[in-house]
C-alpha cells in the first residue's frame, strides 16, 4: 500500500505535499490506474493529521481527473501518466543522490540544497533547456 510522508518544515500544506505525492508517484512508476490510495481513516492514522485535511487533498486530485473516489470501496487512481523510461530515471537518481550527498558532506542545509536546485532549474528553463 502506498504511503504518505509529511515534512512539517517544508513550508508546503499538508494537503499539497499528499497531492504533489500522488503525482510523482504516477511519474515515477509507483502508483498505476487502478491503484488504491489508503483511505482517509489509514492516513490520518499514520500521519496524524485532519481528516479534512486528507479529503482536501483526495478532492483536489479528483477534480484534476487523477483519481476516483468510489463510495464504500476507496479512492483509485483513474489517471494514466506515462512514467520516466527505468533506465535513464536509475542513472540520473544516481547522479542527483550522490549531487546530494556532496552537498550535505559540503555542509550545506536542507534549505539551501533545495534553493540550489530550484534556481538552477530556473534558469535552464529561462534558457528554453526545460
Known amino acids: 500500500m502506498f ?6 518544515s517544508s513550508g508546503v500544506p499538508p494537503y499539497l505535499q499528499i497531492v504533489h505525492q500522488v503525482r510523482q508517484a504516477l511519474l515515477l ?4 490506474t487502478g491503484d488504491q490510495l489508503p483511505t482517509v481513516k489509514e492516513v490520518v492514522a499514520s500521519l ?10 483526495y478532492r483536489q486530485l ?8 468510489r463510495p ?14 527505468p533506465g535513464p530515471y536509475a542513472r540520473l537518481r544516481r547522479s542527483l543522490e550522490q549531487w546530494v550527498r556532496d552537498a550535505y558532506a559540503s555542509g550545506l542545509d536542507d534549505e539551501t540544497v533545495t534553493a540550489m536546485f530550484a534556481t538552477i532549474r530556473n534558469e535552464l528553463r529561462a534558457e528554453g533547456v526545460a
Open 3 to 8: 504511503q504518505f510522508r509529511l515534512d512539517g
Open 29 to 32: 512508476g509507483y502508483l498505476r
Open 48 to 57: 496524524a493529521i485532519n481528516p479534512n485535511t486528507v479529503v482536501k487533498a
Open 62 to 69: 479528483e477534480n484534476e481527473g487523477m483519481v476516483t473516489a
Open 72 to 85: 464504500g470501496q476507496g479512492t483509485f487512481i483513474t489517471a494514466s501518466i506515462e512514467p520516466v523510461a
